[in-house]
């Protein structure tokens, strides 16, 4: 009596699963961190001309509070500044600032001759997020 095919030895089967087990290994290598477990974050700066401290700064850092997906709030009024911590999938930054009617600060823009990781960002993310997702260890985590 003969072995079906797919029990039979073949060193290719014997590559592919030293790959899996090597992926495995290495996305399981180290236990995950907290924050991954948290949803992203951005941050944006605005400015609030005429922003004056007391009764109106807080009325402006109630309504920003208030605003879906925003996380954290600071006023500075000696500054004239609203920094926001938000969740992007929920909220983008126009639509803040349409509903605070206010700017955001203009940032210098980075030097385009100055040094820069030669990987995009969106690839890093990207294999970030494979590696927890194949994390074994992820699963014994309990937050």
């Known amino acids: 009596m003969s ?17 899996v087990v090597a992926i495995l290994v290495w996305s ?32 402006l850092q109630n309504q920003a509070t208030a605003l879906p997906g925003v996380t954290a709030c600071a006023v500075r009024p000696e500054k004239q500044l609203l920094t926001l911590a938000y969740n992007p999938d929920e909220l983008t930054a126009e ?10 600060l203009s940032m210098p823009a980075p030097d385009p001759l100055a040094r820069q990781c030669p990987v995009p ?14 994390n074994l260890r992820r699963l014994l985590v309990n937050i």
Do not use: D, N, T
Not at 33 to 59: D, K, M, N, T, V
Not at 95 to 102: F, G, N, P, S
């Open 3 to 19: 072995r079906p095919s797919i029990l039979r030895f073949r060193p290719w089967k014997a590559g592919l699963l030293a790959l």
């Open 28 to 59: 399981s290598w180290e236990e995950p961190s907290l924050h991954e477990y948290a949803p992203p974050s951005a941050f944006l700066i605005l400015s609030a001309p005429g922003l004056q401290p007391g009764p109106g700064a807080q009325q």
């Open 95 to 104: 639509q803040v600032c349409q509903k605070l009617a206010l700017q955001p």
């Open 121 to 134: 960002a969106g690839y890093i993310l990207a294999l970030e997020k494979v590696r927890f997702a194949l």
